[in-house]
């Protein structure tokens, strides 16, 4: 073996064939679906309604209470579907009836030719109801719509 001066350190250099970069490759924050800020907005008012704090949801569902307020912040990376769940499973709301009333809000937006998130806000609570998607006295489900777009 030759000889190697004690202070001899190597260096990693990457060399990648044919490719460039420039600015406009860099990354960019990627921005939300329509039915993801839907989802986003119908569980946020979900838990405003039913104060259960962001660090209680993170305690109960083994998720820390800065992901759960980037979930419903609208930060990115959006929230899974098992983030979701998990979130509305502890506000006792059905992440389904979510989906399905996000579904709609979106295809009501697009149909409209709103943006969706100022479509869905006054549409979330109902006048049997104090919360939006949690079962009333009776046990029927409230958090419809009462008002058809």
Same mark, same amino acid.
């Not at 064939?17 to 839907?38: F, G, Q, T």
């Not at 992440?95 to 006054?122: F, W, Y």
């Given at each position: 073996?030759?000889? #190697?001066?004690?202070?001899?350190?190597?260096?990693?250099?990457?060399? @990648?064939?044919?490719?460039?970069?420039?600015?406009?490759?860099?990354?960019?924050?990627?921005? /939300?679906?329509?039915?993801?800020?839907?989802? &986003? *907005?119908? /569980?946020?008012?979900?838990?405003?309604?039913?104060?259960? =704090?962001? =660090?209680?949801?993170?305690? #109960?569902? !083994?998720?820390?209470?800065? &992901?759960?307020?980037?979930? /419903? #912040?609208?930060? +990115?990376?959006?929230?899974? @579907?098992?983030? @979701?769940?998990?979130?509305?499973?502890?506000?006792?709301?059905?992440?389904?009836?979510?989906?399905?009333?996000?579904? &709609?809000?979106?295809?009501?937006?697009?149909? *409209?030719?709103?943006?969706?998130?100022?479509?869905?806000?006054?549409? /979330?609570?109902?006048?049997?109801?104090?919360?939006?998607?949690?079962?009333?006295?009776? !046990?029927? *489900?409230?958090?419809? #719509? +009462?008002?058809?777009?």
């Amino acid at each position: 073996m030759g000889y #190697r001066p004690a202070a001899f350190k190597p260096k990693w250099i990457a060399w @990648l064939p044919k490719w460039v970069y420039d600015d406009s490759m860099a990354r960019k924050k990627k921005e /939300l679906e329509p039915i993801d800020n839907a989802m &986003r *907005e119908l /569980l946020k008012e979900a838990v405003t309604a039913s104060g259960v =704090t962001h =660090t209680q949801i993170g305690k #109960r569902v !083994g998720m820390s209470q800065n &992901r759960v307020s980037t979930i /419903l #912040r609208g930060a +990115t990376p959006p929230a899974s @579907l098992g983030e @979701l769940y998990m979130i509305a499973d502890v506000i006792g709301v059905s992440v389904s009836q979510l989906i399905v009333e996000a579904e &709609r809000e979106v295809k009501h937006a697009e149909s *409209e030719g709103q943006s969706v998130v100022d479509d869905i806000a006054p549409l /979330l609570h109902s006048s049997e109801c104090g919360a939006p998607f949690v079962g009333n006295q009776s !046990g029927q *489900e409230c958090g419809k #719509r +009462t008002s058809q777009g």
